[in-house]
Structure formats: structure tokens, C-alpha cells
């Protein structure tokens, strides 16, 4: 699914890939969900080298954001080893 994309110059997100919203609305809450999203399914978004964003605020923080994305996406079988270890560890102290 699409999370982040560029429509006619506008840079957009959605969390459900049918309802999407201006980039500048964007809440911590909505980017805990497309971390969760990114983490767990198919993840796509536009690139913003590829597409043109009329509104230079709007560009930054589409930017920031899918880069940190796009990191973490790249990277997310490590971060799920690490956090499924440091999990296995507790369950073991506390299972005890």
C-alpha cells in the first residue's frame, strides 16, 4: 500500500490508502501508524526526487519524513531482530 505520495504538486499521506491528507497535518499518531504499517506490510511511496512539490515547506517535511521512511523500511528486519531479542530476553528473566 501507498502512504506517502504526490498528487498534482501536493504532498499527501494516508493511513489507509483511500482518505488522504495535506502533509502538513500530519500528527505524531498518524506516523506511529505508517512506522507500524512499514514495519509490517508492503510499503510504497513516491520519491520525491521523481516528482515535483509546489510548496517548498511541503517538500521539507515530505522529504524528512521519507528518508527516515525509507531507513527504516530498508532496515527493518534488523530493527525486528533487535527488538524480538531484547523481548526474548525479558520473557526469559520474567518467566522464571
Not at 495535506?22 to 506516523?31: A, F, G, M, P, V
Not at 521512511?69 to 526469559?92: H, T
Request: one cysteine or more.
Amino acid at each position: 500500500m501507498k502512504y506517502l505520495r504526490i498528487n498534482e504538486l501536493k504532498a499527501e499521506y494516508s493511513i489507509d490508502g483511500e482518505q488522504w491528507n495535506s502533509i502538513e497535518q500530519i500528527t505524531k499518531e498518524d506516523l506511529l501508524s505508517i512506522v507500524d504499517h512499514a514495519l509490517e506490510n508492503e510499503f510504497f511511496m513516491d520519491d520525491p526526487r521523481e516528482s515535483k512539490i509546489g510548496n517548498d515547506a511541503h517538500k521539507i517535511i515530505y522529504s524528512n519524513i521519507y528518508e527516515k521512511l525509507l531507513k527504516l523500511f530498508d532496515e527493518r528486519k534488523v530493527f525486528k531482530d533487535e527488538c524480538d531479542s531484547q523481548f526474548k530476553e525479558a520473557l526469559e528473566k520474567y518467566a522464571e
